[in-house]
């Protein structure tokens, strides 16, 4: 095992894939120190710049006594009134009955997914779906069918010749794609989604609180907010805090509360966590500038760098520049570390082979003149065009 273990490690090295962490202090305002430079945070999900807003530190202060951990799972002792109250607002901003609090969402999905689905249905995945939805597919038994990234047609064609043949069937798709940073056809896909009779679940990670005139995400965006049954997101991105959520219907949400092992088998989250997450909710509804002054930078940075010849995707405040190469883009992180920089490397698995990039996440801190530097600065380096 060990032997196998350093010759994985060998390999890794060698293809450029090694990773290491590195040990930041996050300085709020887009900011972050790391081995005593202070760098411009260009991979950072706080897309609202909310993590660092007081109102989140003071309720989380507020809700720190009498106790700092909550000391049991929800069905044991864990489910305090601030986690209710919490899932009341979010059914609420989500337009649903009913909502469930959970640890992450990496343990939402693989939980809602791997309860609602076993060997005997099927599952159609966006391609470019999260790991965590994948290995709550993984983990379900179910037979899966990968449909083109956002390529309606190709689904349609997957449900005409598979969903019959299979007991249950759930839709799964990102809105907000977190490498690629393009948005779902979320539309159309809920009109399959009826046609086939299949169930639809969605996650909001990347678009809760940046899209729609609320902040609700894609689905409050495209007005289809009735088209999925379950719409799972996070509070750990733009909400600034910790913790992730599905909304849905009251009996989907007491199945879970029944079936999904990593809800029932995991500690709650602390009250101060909850007590932020809510505040961030707040600041959502209270400060809409935050989201359209990031989309509109990201829309002015995206075609900069266009207009230089790089190669960008996405439609939202994630803007990828792919590079191709892992060692290439290995070297143009580092180029832009001189620089001032803290932009990561993004190569496979997390992203297809020969598509490493440059994930660029824009917050609302990064203003529209040190977005202009940025560009002005990546031009310097030797290679572009890929
Ligand atoms: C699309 C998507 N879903 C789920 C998750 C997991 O969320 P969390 O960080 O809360 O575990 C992520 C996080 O990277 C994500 O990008």
Redo the contacts with the bound molecule.
């Keep these: 095992m060990e032997r196998r273990i350093n010759s994985i490690l060998k390999e890794r090295q060698q293809e450029g894939l090694l990773r290491r962490l590195a040990t930041v202090s996050p300085l709020g305002s887009g900011k972050i120190r790391v081995g005593g430079r202070k760098y411009i945070n260009l991979s950072s999900?706080d897309y609202l710049g909310l993590s660092s807003h007081p109102e989140l530190a003071r309720a989380a202060l507020a809700a720190l006594s009498p106790v700092v951990g909550s000391s049991a799972s929800r069905l044991m002792s864990g489910s305090t009134r601030l986690h209710h109250v919490l899932e009341d607002r979010i059914a609420g901003f989500k337009g649903k009955e009913a909502a469930l609090v959970f640890n992450?969402?990496?343990?939402?999905?693989v939980g809602i997914i791997s309860a609602l689905c076993g060997k005997d249905d099927c599952i159609f995945s966006d391609r470019l779906n999260?790991a965590?939805?994948v290995d709550g597919i993984r983990l379900s038994g179910a037979r899966l069918f990968r449909f083109r990234h956002n390529d309606t047609d190709h689904l349609e064609e997957l449900l005409c010749r598979e969903r019959n043949r299979h007991r249950g069937a759930l839709i799964l798709t990102?809105t907000v794609?977190?490498m690629d940073g393009d948005i779902a056809p979320v539309g159309r896909i809920s009109q399959l989604k009826k046609k086939h009779n299949c169930m639809f679940m969605v996650?909001e990670?990347?678009a809760t609180g940046i899209f729609g005139a609320c902040g609700g995400g894609v689905l409050e965006a495209e007005g289809v907010t009735g088209g999925a049954d379950i719409i799972?997101g996070?509070?750990?991105?733009a909400l600034g805090g910790?913790?992730?959520y599905a909304a849905t219907s009251r009996t989907l949400r007491d199945y879970l509360v029944n079936t999904c092992r990593s809800f029932i088998y995991s500690t709650s989250l602390p009250p101060s966590i909850i007590a932020a997450d809510l505040a961030a909710l707040e600041l959502i509804k209270r400060e809409p500038h935050r989201r359209e002054t990031l989309l509109s930078n990201a829309c002015y940075f995206r075609a900069g760098l266009k207009k230089k010849g790089f190669h960008v995707r996405g439609d939202s405040q994630i803007v990828p520049i792919i590079v191709g190469e892992n060692k290439e883009a290995v070297r143009v992180s580092e180029f832009l570390k001189g620089k001032g920089y803290w932009v990561t490397p993004v190569r496979p698995p997390t992203v297809p082979h020969g598509q490493a990039r440059l994930r660029i996440s824009l917050t609302f801190d990064h203003t529209p003149g040190g977005l202009e530097k940025f560009i002005k600065d990546i031009s310097g380096y030797g290679q572009k065009n890929h």
């Design positions: 999900n992450s969402g990496y343990q939402a999905n999260h965590s939805i990102e794609f977190s996650d990670a990347h799972m996070t509070f750990s991105k910790f913790g992730s």
